[in-house]
């Protein structure tokens, strides 16, 4: 059984930081490279940043480089984000999952079943 519990956002203002911690069930942790992704209201989820199983390889959406980190705690089954000098534009419910690259380049989600995400609000 697939369970993903996203935690950590809240109501930040502009250049603030914030650290979200996403608990995955061992089917969906293990050996999985696990990523990020979040949903604006009235768009698309997209995705946001993955990193491997063995975190040495990380991958990032362009509008995020140089301000998200993305890492995992293969011991308890987490993996996190941590945002810093957010921006209005990172305002959007985040998600995890584990995932699968395709073309080199597209990510997809390798579950279809999400948790309830966690909401980051940016915003002064």
């Known amino acids: 059984q697939v369970q993903l519990v996203e935690s950590g956002g809240e109501l930040v203002q502009p250049g603030g930081s914030l650290r979200l911690s996403c608990a995955a069930s061992g089917r969906t942790f293990s050996n999985n490279t696990m990523g990020w992704f979040r949903q604006a209201p009235g768009k698309e989820r997209e995705f946001v940043a993955a990193?491997?199983?063995?975190?040495?390889?990380?991958y990032y959406v362009d509008s995020v480089k140089g301000r998200f980190t993305i890492s995992r705690d293969n011991a308890k089954n987490t993996v996190y984000l941590q945002m810093n000098s957010l921006k209005p534009e990172d305002t959007a419910v985040y998600y995890c999952n584990a995932v699968y690259q395709e073309y080199g380049s597209t990510w997809y989600a390798l579950f279809d079943s999400w948790g309830q995400g966690t909401q980051v609000t940016v915003s002064s």
């Open positions: 990193i491997s199983w063995s975190g040495r390889s990380t």
